[in-house]
C-alpha cells in the first residue's frame, strides 16, 4: 500500500486514513469531523480550480481545502 496525502488522491479514488500529521485548533477539529486513522475516504469530487476537495465519510460528505489536507496521510491500494 502507498501512502499519500489527501491533497494527492484523484477522483473516485479511496483509501484508509493511516494518520493526521498536525496538533492544534486545526487537528481537533480535523478529528472531530471524524477523520481519524483507521476511516475510509472516497474523494467524490473537486470545485473548478481544485480547492476545496469533496470527500465520501462514513456516508456521509464533507469538503476540505487542500491546506487541511495536507496534514492527512491516506494508505492507497495500489492499482495492479
Request: glycine share 12%; net charge positive.
Amino acid at each position: 500500500m502507498a501512502r499519500i496525502v489527501l491533497r494527492r488522491m484523484a477522483k473516485n479514488q479511496s483509501g484508509v486514513i493511516a494518520a493526521v500529521k498536525v496538533g492544534g485548533e486545526l487537528g481537533q477539529r480535523i478529528r472531530e469531523m471524524g477523520l481519524v486513522p483507521g476511516t475510509r475516504v472516497t474523494v467524490q469530487g473537486r470545485a473548478p480550480l481544485n480547492d476545496p476537495v469533496a470527500l465520501r465519510v462514513m456516508g456521509g460528505t464533507l469538503t476540505l481545502r487542500n491546506n487541511e489536507a495536507d496534514h492527512i496521510e491516506v494508505e492507497i491500494e495500489e492499482e495492479q
